[in-house]
């Protein structure tokens, strides 16, 4: 079965399991993106559409592009169908380079092999207008022995990326 599939099986669960998790950082990035006043974001591997819907609410230009079929289900009719959900690789996108004055991406590249995350974050230079902001939420699994050691119960935190980000100013 490949990981596409697995993304169809997964796709009618997705946001009911992950709402809870997911629901400050999904604030967050909408208040990222109006701080820093983001007029146009493509959120890169954008599953069920969720974070699209949101940011254009705020009414914020915001495209999302995903490779699963399953996913872009759902979020081609989140987003009521208007052509805001593409289907397409991020390694490889659908766009002029340059086009985005954001680019969003949440919890995607953890899962894909070293060279894929390389390809995705080198698309995202690409797209990006000059000066243009990039908002990654994503976390690591530690290498070696911790890594295969078995995890504690799921806790839940806030993640600190978006204070860090702003210390920073990016």
Do not use: W
Not at 5 to 20: G, Q, V
Not at 31 to 53: E, F, K, N, P, W
Not at 78 to 96: L, M, Y
Not at 122 to 127: F, N
């Amino acid at each position: 079965m490949t990981k596409e599939d697995d993304y169809i099986r997964l796709a009618a669960m997705y946001d009911p399991l992950t709402a809870p998790f997911l629901r400050d950082i999904r604030d967050d990035i909408c208040i990222l993106a109006q701080r820093y006043r983001i007029d146009s974001i493509l959120d890169m591997c954008c599953g069920t559409g969720y974070q699209v819907m949101l940011l254009r609410r705020k009414r914020i230009r915001a495209v999302g592009l995903d490779i699963s079929e399953g996913m872009l289900l759902i979020a081609r009719k989140k987003n009521r169908n208007r052509g805001v959900c593409i289907e397409g690789d991020a390694s490889h996108a659908p766009f002029r380079s340059g086009l985005f004055a954001g680019l969003v991406i949440t919890l995607a590249l953890h899962e894909k092999e070293r060279a894929v995350q390389h390809g995705i974050m080198e698309e995202a230079k690409r797209l990006l207008k000059q000066g243009g902001k990039i908002i990654l939420v994503d976390y690591t699994q530690p290498s070696g022995i911790r890594g295969k050691l078995p995890r504690s119960p799921l806790k839940v935190t806030r993640y600190p990326i978006f204070s860090m980000a702003e210390r920073r100013g990016v």
